[in-house]
Structures are given as C-alpha cells and as structure tokens.
C-alpha cells in the first residue's frame, strides 16, 4: 500500500490539483487498456471539484465516451431526490458532461428494498468488468469522503457492513439518519482492490481524523472505517481548517 498525503490551503486549491490528477489518471488509463472506470463520492464536500471538472478546462481533455461513472454509495432514494447522491452528482457533473448515459451507473432505488439494490448493482459491476460472482473488479479511481465520525462511503462505525468480505456491494442501515437510514455502499473488499483511492478531507474535526489514521492508532483502527481502507494507492487531499 502506497499513501501520499497533500496538503493544501484552500479547497480551490485541492479542486485544482485532483481535477488535474484525474484528467491525468482518465488519460492514462484509456490510453493503455481503453477505459476508465470512476467511482464518485457522495456528500457535499466534493460538490465543487464535480463542478470544476465539468468546465471545458478539464472535461475537454477526458474521453468521456470511454469514462465509466459509478457511485460509491447511496441512499435508498429515489434517483430525483435531492438528497440522493446520484442527484448531486449528475447537478454537479454528469449533466454537464458528453458522456453516454449507458456509461453511468447509478442505483436501482426503485427496486423493493435495499437488498435487492445491492445485488442489481453488484451484478451489473462484475457484468461491466466481465467477471464471475467470486472475482473482485479494480476500479481506475475511487474517490471517497471522510464523514465526522470516521465513516467513509456508507461504511459507518460499529455497522455489520464492516466485516462482509464476501460480497462487493451490500445494504446498510445507519441509525438515527437525519434523511434515510437505508443505505447502499461498496464493502472493503470492492474498495480495496482500487488501484488507486482518493480521500477528499477538509476541516480541522476530519483532519484530526485523519492524523490519528496516518499514525497507524490502534484505537483508530477500531474507531474509523476511514482506516480500513488498504487500496494499492491512497491519496488524501487535505485542507486541514
């Protein structure tokens, strides 16, 4: 496992560099195999990078029609709610982009419950990667948040999700969530085949976070699924107030 930290002093500063980290990764990978395959985060933070990359500055140099965009997590909400991340990413993005609508991936969520939603989007990642039930994908690039409790996708802490290794997507409920508390997320196991794992953190609560992660804490490790994540590369993106 390889993890760079970089540290910025604004968040348009950090949009700047991992818009262009991105443009660069999407090159690199299509230029060598044919394809790129992205997985979005959701929540507000990375609101203003989806934004960024949708400006002609960068979304003119990705091929988008050999980008693939996935979601690490959702709630189980209708897709037109506004609270549901593929809303806030295809406000923030996807509309705005050239990109085939084949090539966008959000969740079933009109399916009868969250079970079933992660066993359709299950089936249709290892359907894209053309592998069978028992193979793991390697996503180009996921990006993730950092929630204030350590959480990171829908990966929250104490939840049973945590310790299923045997599936690449499954369902989540969280506890007094203020929306829903029936979520979909990506398990470790589909995480941490990533080849590459970008951590968006900004706020001196999350990079205090962040710090007791870096420094390998024991108790950190127990406390913050954010520390479960052992992808080949990590990168945290940080703007420490």
């Not at 079933?108 to 894209?128: G, K, P």
């Not at 499954?170 to 085949?193: K, S």
């Amino acid at each position: 496992m390889n993890t760079n930290v970089l540290k910025f002093n604004s968040i348009f500063e950090l949009n700047k560099t991992l818009a262009g980290f991105i443009t660069y990764l999407a090159n690199e990978s299509i230029k060598q195999k044919g394809f790129f395959t992205l997985a979005l985060s959701g929540g507000k933070t990375p609101i203003s990078l989806y934004r960024l990359i949708s400006l002609a500055e960068y979304s003119d140099k990705i091929d988008w029609c050999n980008t693939y965009i996935f979601l690490s997590d959702e709630r189980y909400l209708a897709a037109n709610n506004k609270n549901s991340n593929y809303f806030m990413a295809n406000e923030a993005l996807i509309s705005k982009i050239s990109i085939p609508e084949e090539n966008v991936f959000s969740y079933n969520t009109n399916l009868i419950n969250i079970l079933d939603v992660s066993l359709d989007y299950e089936r249709r990642i290892l359907e894209f990667f053309k592998l069978n039930n028992n193979d793991t994908p390697s996503f180009d690039l996921i990006l993730l948040g950092l929630g204030n409790d350590g959480h990171t996708a829908s990966l929250f802490p104490a939840n049973e999700a945590l310790s299923v290794n045997n599936r690449l997507v499954a369902p989540v409920t969280q506890p007094g969530a203020d929306i829903t508390p029936e979520r979909i997320t990506f398990t470790y196991r589909l995480i941490n085949n990533a080849q590459n794992v970008v951590f968006i953190v900004t706020g001196e609560h999350k990079y205090s976070i962040f710090k007791e992660i870096k420094e390998n804490n024991k108790e950190a490790s127990l406390k913050y699924p954010a520390a479960g994540v052992n992808a080949e590369n990590i990168f945290w993106y940080l703007v420490e107030n």
